[in-house]
Structures are given as C-alpha cells and as structure tokens.
T-cell receptor
Framework: AQSVAQPEDQVNVAEGNPLTVKCTYS??????LFWYVQYPNRGLQFLLK??????LVKGSYGFEAEFNKSQTSFHLKKPSALVSDSALYFC?????????????FGKGTHLIIQP | SQTIHQWPATLVQPVGSPLSLECTVE??????LYWYRQAAGRGLQLLFY??????ISSEVPQNLSASRPQDRQFILSSKKLLLSDSGFYLC????????????FGPGTRLTVL
C-alpha cells in the first residue's frame, strides 16, 4: 500500500519570504510524485512531478520540489512567496508498478501568505 | 488542447434520491478516467477509474457506481443517496498510467439533505 503524509495542516509565510510545504511518502517500489494546488471551490491544478533523473524538479508559477529518496520526501519550495500563492496544496504518489490506477493524495496543506 | 467538463457544478439532493454526475473530456482519445471525492475541503479519495469503454475499477465499496458509455464520458451514479455522500466530486483524466499527469475538472459540489 502507498501513502502520503503532509505533516502541517497550515503554513504561514510573509510575502517575499521563501516557503516550504512538506511531504513524505511510502511506496513498496519506486515512486512517481506530484504536487497540485487547489483554489476555493475549484478543481486541482498540476504544479510539477518527479519521474526520474534530476532530484530538483521545476514547475509552474516558480515552484520547485526536491526528491530525497533516503528521507522519502518531496518538499515543495518557492524562493519568494506571493499573496496569490495562498491556496491548498496536495502532494500525491503513485508506485511505478501501479499501472493505471489513481493517485494517493495527502490530506493537503493550507498555505497562507501574509502581506 | 484538451479540456475536461463536469456538470452540474452544484447539486442539492434529498436523502434517498438518485444521482447522476457527468464528466466529459475533449481533445483526446482513449483517456484514463477517474472519479475522486473530497470531503470537507481536504484529502481526495479515489472512487473509480477506467482504462476504456465499459471497463470500471472500484477502489472503495460504497453507495456509488460508475459507468463509461463512451470513450470520453464518465458517469457517477447512485440509486439512493445517503447523507455521507455529500462532498466535492472531482473527475480527472490522463493520457495513460504510470508517470502520466492527471488533469482535473472543475468539480461538482453535492449536498445531501
């Protein structure tokens, strides 16, 4: 079975400061890892994914994430936060041997950027 | 480009009534299709997925069913709604499995009273 943990329900960051949203995962094999963002009453928007290769993945809106196999983590980062980054962020995982089945999501982290 | 539609956007239904939510994808063929439920603005739970017409896999036994009558159409149904069926229902598609990204629709907010 696979699982994702997002240990923080909420992260507060001042505008212009760097931000980190944490994610750890558990899979039986090697993972595919994803980050999505959700604005109120909207569907999820894809930010970035890790498949293989470079551990640092760059995505949309200036976000990036670092895959750390030894720590089974995939933290989302941005060097300088914007108020418009305030939203609900989801980390998701799929085992590489999992075929076409769905993603396993974490419970989400509310990111609040204060002006 | 590909787009995914869901309707209705919001729905209020009494307990015991039937349900039909529709999802359609444009601009691609033979997509993988998924239904997720999100309760209380938090974590998503995979309900069903489909790799082709008439092929449905259920992840969680419950009061819901899914069908795929056409290549790019995915329907979520119930014969009798329960209060616990309330939530935000999201449809998603992907080109295939594995590393392929899933792209989500705008969602349907269902309230069962």
């Amino acid at each position: 079975a696979q699982s994702v943990a997002q240990p923080e329900d909420q992260v507060n960051v001042a505008e212009g400061n760097p931000l980190t949203v944490k994610c750890t995962y558990s899979v039986s094999g090697n993972p595919y890892l994803f980050w999505y963002v959700q604005y109120p009453n909207r569907g999820l928007q894809f930010l970035l994914k890790y498949i293989t290769g470079d551990n640092l993945v760059k995505g949309s809106y200036g976000f990036e994430a670092e895959f750390n196999k030894s720590q089974t983590s995939f933290h989302l980062k941005k060097p300088s936060a914007l108020v418009s980054d305030s939203a609900l962020y989801f980390c998701a995982v799929r085992d590489r041997g999992g075929g076409a089945d769905g993603l396993t999501f974490g419970k989400g982290t509310h990111l609040i950027i204060q002006p | 480009s590909q787009t995914i539609h869901q309707w209705p956007a919001t729905l209020v239904q009494p307990v015991g009534s039937p349900l039909s939510l529709e999802c359609t994808v444009e601009g691609t063929s033979n997509p993988n299709l998924y239904w997720y439920r999100q309760a209380a603005g938090r974590g998503l739970q995979l309900l069903f997925y489909s790799v082709g017409i008439g092929q449905i896999s259920s992840e969680v036994p419950q009061n819901l069913s899914a069908s795929r009558p056409q290549d790019r159409q995915f329907i979520l149904s119930s014969k009798k709604l329960l209060l616990s069926d309330s939530g935000f229902y999201l449809c998603a598609w992907s080109p295939g499995g594995g590393a392929d990204t899933q792209y989500f629709g705008p969602g349907t907010r269902l309230t069962v009273l």
